[in-house]
């Protein structure tokens, strides 16, 4: 009996052991899907946050960007699956980005030069009101020509690694990778080329920076592109990722993105991305280990406390007044 009691003693710190590493194992998981969908709003928050940082303008038509983004992905899959069995994967995904960014940024140039333009010097609500038209515009569009159902892909990225109980998918890798990859090409553009500079002298001072021979208009809709082109590689990592897409992706993935860029610090690049993995690290953990139907409250009210103790967000600079 003495030895089987003994045996019962030992037996119970091991279990205590094991009961820890899966929680260990099940919190590490946590964190790779909230970096994963971090991932996705930091792309989208960085169109937010460059537009912003432009001419301090909140485009609320981005969030429908990133939609169209994943359904051009979509309509490139079905076609080329449809014309060119066996494609590989590599290639298709490259093509559903390469028009995918196309088809966005040709929409974001268009609604820059005809409804944001005109607008420029007007009172400041008139820009916002206009974009929220622009994101009615688009969502009723995807709707009208599209339809209303989900419209769902089999699985491009099929490949999955496991560690013990925690398990990485391939397409996890790419998302992180290709963020963290167009995070530091666009930090370099911004900061090291020509184009950055006119970026840069643009956000300062417009009239000064036409006064030294910056096309602010070239400037300004060329950044419209870029923030599209990231708008579009988010949507087709989306898309990749969950395997469906709706007309209805804009609206809460663009808030969720928007408070992204407002909570890292809107106007920096970093900061958006930082503020994207935050949010995608909240809801993935809240969602594990509390009520998932309060995700999107414990969201917004860590910004609010955020902005209540630091205004600029984590990264932000306070803006300077000219006279």
């Known amino acids: 009996m003495r030895k089987m009691g003994q045996t019962i003693q030992e037996m119970q710190p ?28 930091g792309l989208i928050a960085i169109g937010y946050t460059m537009v912003y940082g432009i001419i301090g303008m909140i485009n609320f038509a981005h969030g429908d960007i990133f939609m169209l983004g994943a359904f051009a992905a979509l309509i490139v899959f079905l076609v080329l699956t449809s014309f060119f069995a066996g494609i590989p994967v590599a290639i298709l995904l490259l093509v559903m980005l390469l028009v995918g960014m196309l088809v966005t940024g040709l929409w974001n140039w268009t609604i820059e030069r005809i409804a944001y333009r005109p607008l420029r010097g007007s009172f400041r609500l008139a820009p916002l009101i206009t974009a929220i038209g622009m994101s009615i515009t688009l969502s009723n569009f995807i709707q009208v020509t599209q339809g209303p159902r989900n419209k769902p892909i089999p699985q491009l990225v099929t490949d999955v690694y496991h560690f013990g ?159």
């Open 14 to 41: 091991q279990r205590r052991t094991v009961s820890r590493g899966k929680q260990m194992d099940y919190f590490v998981q946590q964190l790779i899907n909230g970096l994963t969908l971090g991932s996705i709003y």
């Open 165 to 323: 109980d925690i398990t990485i998918a391939l397409k996890q890798i790419v998302i992180v990778v290709v963020t963290a990859v167009l995070l530091a090409a666009f930090w370099y553009i911004v900061n090291k080329t020509p184009l950055g500079r006119a970026q840069r002298a643009t956000e300062q001072d417009r009239k000064m920076a036409a006064l030294l021979g910056v096309d602010v208009d070239r400037t300004i809709s060329v950044t419209f592109i870029m923030g599209a082109a990231l708008a579009a590689v988010a949507g087709c990592m989306y898309l990749m990722y969950y395997g469906v897409t709706t007309f209805t992706d804009g609206f809460i993935p663009g808030v969720k993105a928007f408070t992204a860029a407002v909570l890292g610090g809107i106007g920096s690049l970093p900061g958006a991305v930082i503020g994207g993995l935050l949010i995608g690290l909240i809801e993935s953990l809240w969602s594990a280990y509390f009520s998932i139907e309060y995700k999107d409250v414990a969201t917004f009210a860590i910004l609010a406390i955020v902005l209540i103790f630091k205004p600029t967000g984590l990264l932000g600079r306070p803006e300077v007044e000219k006279v």
